[in-house]
């Protein structure tokens, strides 16, 4: 007797419909054969399967057994088929009806007592089921919030089989999860650092000001206990929080590598700082099964990359192209895949070797060859893709010791918010925009005025520091974000000449 069964993988960030194809022979020699490309996590379900039946007291049918995953041609892996072909096991051996398994889709992983865990890409797999006009999901319990979030879906939390079996037969049935409004959801954080703890650095701050506002990219350089990492570990604090589509975007990454918290949901923007032995494959993703890397995992975030340099230079140059696109593309035998990487990178080094280059007091012990070796592990075309460069001085004592507090996180995150909110009017026409830095040369062209002085200004900075096409747009970015902060409409010779400085030294370094 035949049973097909709905149940769906996961290819990147995508979701795949997979049938689930069970034949129980009413002879034969009693055999289990699963087909249709499973890797050994997927063919280990036929004792799983086996043992988590008999285990909840059902029959498991002593005759040929043959499951088939179809499309045949698609890759299976992962232990998500379990209930699917548990399912249809019972279905092909008449132990349940058949009727309620149309227009429903089936995913779990099973335990050898029938209980069932949670499985990832629940997100992504909810969103084909959507598409495909199925109605009805049954999940592992644990992932059940995670699919609620799709509309003209009932979604039905499990447990174990046996619940489920009662379901089908209508003994016992299971209340379908609540629908899950993703604008309901607040952000309680307490965060790991406000800027009103951090003495002095009052020009650092401003800058990390202007990058939350615009999401602009931003180097920290200066010597060590200047304070780079306490700025750069209080950033988050400073940026607004993601609206719904973000929020889901962001679920269905993580999501789909399994790194979901409790409730379901990433709520917070993302803050990735991968160590600097990090390969280039965990950096950008990839792999014999391409899975997404730091640069996907910080989307709609931030990139800390901690002592710069010390990051291998193959590793950094691969950055180089993510960071125009917003997003990655990775060829593999099993296909192109291309996932989103629209991250803010926040980078913080030393001014060399030693770190005291230019120190005030302390003197530096590197020789001129090794100060220039070390700057050089960071090519001019990278450090011309980031639009905010700043020397951190060392904190005087009076400083240090001062008891008198700096602004706090909260006001300078309401003066980002007003900024954004500038944004969001001037990109009404362009949904594809959300923030400064993503525009285009033609979006800057249609979209930011400037005056005559500021216009002038720019043509003199061209001529003179000799600027890059690329330096020139970006100056004008971050030059547009300072407008927003000030609340005025057009770009003046003011905004010009601080988006200038904080460009103006690397400029000449390179």
Known sequence: MLAKILSGTTIGLDGVLIEVEVDVASRGFPTFNLVGLPNKAVEEAKD??????INTSFEMPD?????????????KEGASFDLPIAVGILAASGMIKKDILKDSLFIGELSLEGKIREVSGIISIAAMA??????????????????????NLTVFPLKNIEDLVLHISGEKPILPHPHVDLESFTCQTMWEFDFEEIK????????????????HNLHLKGVPGAGKTMLSRAFPSILPPMDKDEILDVSKMYSAVGLVSNHGFIVQRPFRSPHHTTSRIG???????PRPGEISLAHRGVLFLDEFPEFPRSVLESLRQPLEDGSISISRAIGNLTFPCRFLLLAASNPCQCGYLGH????CRCMPGSVLKYKKKLSGPLLDRIDLHIDIPPVSQEKLMSQINGESSETIRNRVLRARLQQKKRFLQTPRIKMNGEMTPRDIKKLCVLTDEATQ?????????????????KIIKVAQTISDLAQQESIEQTHIAEALQYRIKEELEF
Request: aromatic content about 4%.
């Open 48 to 53: 799983r399967v086996r043992t988590a039946i």
């Open 63 to 75: 005759s040929r057994i043959t499951v088939n995953l179809a499309p045949a041609d698609i890759p």
């Open 130 to 151: 959507q598409k495909q006009g199925i109605t009805h999901l049954f999940v592992p319990a644990l992932n059940a919030k995670e699919a609620a979030i799709m509309d």
């Open 200 to 215: 002095g650095q009052n020009q650092a701050k401003r800058v990390l000001e202007i990058a939350a506002a615009g999401f």
């Open 283 to 289: 950096l950008i993703g990839g792999g014999t099964n």
């Open 360 to 363: 005030p007091t302390k003197k």
């Open 457 to 473: 200004l720019l043509k003199q900075a061209i001529s003179k520091l000799c600027l890059s096409a690329r330096s020139y747009f």
